[in-house]
C-alpha cells in the first residue's frame, strides 16, 4: 500500500487517530504511520513521526505494533458457552468477546438440523445482525448443511442430512442474511440449487463431500468459489486417486477455508496446502464451537453432544467436531507450521476472506474502506482491536479520548 501524503494533517481533526504503528504488507518499512479515521472509515496514513493529532482527535497509541486489517472468521459455531444453531438468540454474547481474538467480522455458522430449527437459526440470526457498541460484525449466516454427503458427515448428524431442495433454501438469500451455503456438489439437484444460491447472493462452499475431481468442477461451473475446511470431511488423495483435497490443492480459484490448530490438519499438511495455494487461496477459520473460551467438559453443538478434553471437541465416538481454536491462535499457528511472513499469515485471516464475500471495504486498510483494525505485537498477540473506528478492545489502555 502507498501511504496517502495528501491528507492534511495539523488543524486537521478525525474520528480517531491510530499513531506510529507499522503496516502490514510493509515489512521492509522501518517508519511507523498514523492511519486517520473519519466516520468509521479509513481516511489516510501518514508516513513518518507526525506522532501527534489535532485537537478533537481521539488517539490510540500502536506503537511497537503491526497494524492490520480486522480479522474475518468465516466459519464460527458459537463460542463462550453459546451454540449459533440450538441457541441462535445469544449472538451476542458471542460478539461481545470476539474482538478479544482479533475477529471484527464474522459469520455465524448453523449445522445440519431439522428444517424448523434451521429456519428458526436463520430468522433469529438475521434479525440480529446489526453490530452493537463493543461487537464483532455479523456479515451473514453460514449454513453447514443440510444438504451434506452422508459418506462424509463428520460430526453432522445423519439423520439430518438430506438431498439438496431448491424448495428448502427457497429464503437463503444474501437478502434475507444468508452469506454462505456449505453443501457437498456431488449430490443430486445441488448442481441446481448452486445456480439458484448464486443468483440470490450467496456464496457456495464445498464441504462435507466425497466429489471426484470431475464432481468438483462441474459444481465450480456452476458457482461454486470455496471449499469448507480443507482435508476434514472430503475425499482423500492420493497419487492415482486425487478424491476431493487433490483437485481443490491444484485449483486457481477456489477459496478454501483451513482450520490451523495442529489437530484437525496435521502441520505438514498445512504447510502442502499453503505451498499450493498461498495467502490468496486461503481463508483461515476457526470452526469453534461452544466450548471456546469455555475450558474442558460437555458441551452441545446442534442437538450433539460434544466432549472436549486435550484431544479436541469429539463426538462420544471420537470425532471431531469443530474445534476451541482463537483466530489469533491460527496465525500463530499458520507462522510456525508454514514460515511464512506475518503480512501472509494477516491476509489469509482477513483480505482473502473479504474477497471471497464480495466485501471490498473490508480486509484491507485503503483509504474509504471500513476501519476495521487489530493492532498485533511482535508474538502477534492481539494488543488492540477496532471496529468501525470504534476502539473495542483495550486491555493495555492505549486509547485516549478526543481532548
Ligand atoms: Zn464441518
Redesign the pocket.
Known sequence: MSTTPSVATGSTSFDLTVIGGRLIDDPQSDQDIDLDIIGGRIAGTVTGRRHTAGTGTAVLDASDCIIAPGWIDLQLNGGWGVDFTSQPQRIREVARRLPATGVTSFLPTVISSSPATTARAVTTLSAASTRHHGEARSLGIHL?GPFLNPLRK?A?PPHHLRLPSIEEAAQWSAAAGVAMV?LAPELAGALELIDVLRANGVVVSA??TAANAEELRLGIDAGITAA??LY??MGPFGGREPGTVGPLLADRTVVTGLIVDGLHVDPIMVDVAWRARGPRGIALVT?AITALGAGYGAFGIGDTEIIVDETGARTATGILAGSVLRMDEAVRNLIAFTGCSSADALVAASTTPAILLGRSDLGNLLVGSIADLVLLDGAHDVVSTVIDGEVVYDPQQRFSPAR
Open positions: 453447514e463428520g453432522h456449505t464441504g462435507h469448507t475446511h476434514n470431511a470452526d
